[in-house]
């Protein structure tokens, strides 16, 4: 009886290794296992470590770079003669570890610009992961914004119902994991947890809403100070986009550029115009969506550009 016991045990326990082997090698081939590392700092949150580089989702290639942010490696002070556009955001603008480094359209932006203006074009690419504008508030006051000659600040909805986001609150990573299904298992529980959320009470979000906005025009008045070129830009959810969803704060958003007397655009229309469809998950974009956006921030960017010279 023992021997019998002790035979299925050894059995259950090779089937269990064997099907816990073959999920992380599954997940590996994937694209976890090897997660976007995060610092953990007072000025701004946290955002991705300098100097890492990954193959994620589908292969797409993530490299972060002395800065911090994605994109290729430049000198800290910005050559004369070179155009550098600094992209602030939360994960839209950063655009997932799905989306290779040359798809984002951060990326896509850069390159239609070097094409129609025969300028040397910068992209640092530094949206993150459920940021709100306090955190991109806090980088820019700390950082400068990396000498670049243009910001594009990239707001949602969402956004102005987040204070500034701890890496606490997120399932990200300050050290990595030493197996894939460890990620899989953080990702799980996070999204499990959030079953039991509530939203904030109305009058907070009120109050909230208002203090964000204020946040992005502090922003504003940050590039004036740096002699900087800002264009604000709305991403519509896909809830809005199709169902007409409320986004009680596109237009204020909008507005306060406009006011500014700074560039402003909503991707709505370039989204409404993708040859195929710009979302994957009803907020952050597709390829082609990437693509979509790219282009309408470099038409833009070239009217602003050509307007200074």
Not at 4 to 27: K, N, P, Y
Not at 94 to 106: E, H, I, K, M
Request: proline share 5%.
């Amino acid at each position: 009886m023992l021997r019998r016991f002790a035979q299925w045990f050894a059995l259950a326990c090779a089937g269990l290794v064997t099907t816990l082997l073959a999920i992380e090698i599954a997940l590996r081939l994937w694209g976890l296992g090897s997660p976007v590392l995060y610092d953990n700092r007072l000025a701004w949150g946290y955002r991705p470590l300098p100097n890492q580089t990954h193959q994620r989702i589908a292969q797409a290639r993530v490299r972060v770079n002395a800065f911090g942010v994605r994109g290729a490696d430049v000198d800290p002070r910005r050559p004369p003669g070179v155009e550098r556009l600094l992209f602030l955001g939360d994960s839209v603008t950063w655009g997932g570890s799905y989306v290779d480094d040359r798809q984002l359209f951060g990326m896509v932006a850069a390159g239609m610009l070097e094409a129609r203006l025969g300028l040397r074009v910068e992209a640092l690419v530094a949206g993150v992961n459920a940021w709100g504008p306090a955190n991109i508030l806090g980088l820019v006051r700390a950082t400068g914004g990396f000498d670049a000659s243009t910001w594009v600040v990239t707001a949602l909805e969402d956004d102005f119902r987040r204070e500034k986001t701890r890496i606490g609150e997120t399932p990200y990573f300050n050290r990595a994991p030493r197996l894939a299904i460890e990620e899989a298992l953080v990702y799980g529980a996070y999204t499990w947890l959030g079953r039991y959320r509530v939203p904030r009470p109305a009058p907070d979000l009120a109050r909230l809403g208002r203090r964000n906005l204020a946040r992005f025009a502090a922003l504003g008045d940050i590039a004036r100070r740096h002699d900087v070129r800002m264009l604000y830009v709305w991403h519509p959810t896909e809830g809005a986009l199709r169902w007409n969803e409320a986004e009680p704060h596109r237009e204020p958003y909008l507005a306060l550029a406009t006011r500014r007397g700074d560039g402003a655009l909503d991707l709505t229309s370039a989204y409404r115009a993708a040859r195929s469809p710009a979302y994957v998950d009803g907020m952050h974009l597709s390829i082609a969506g990437h693509r979509a956006a790219g282009e309408a921030i470099a038409d833009v960017l070239a009217r602003m550009l050509l307007a200074d010279r």
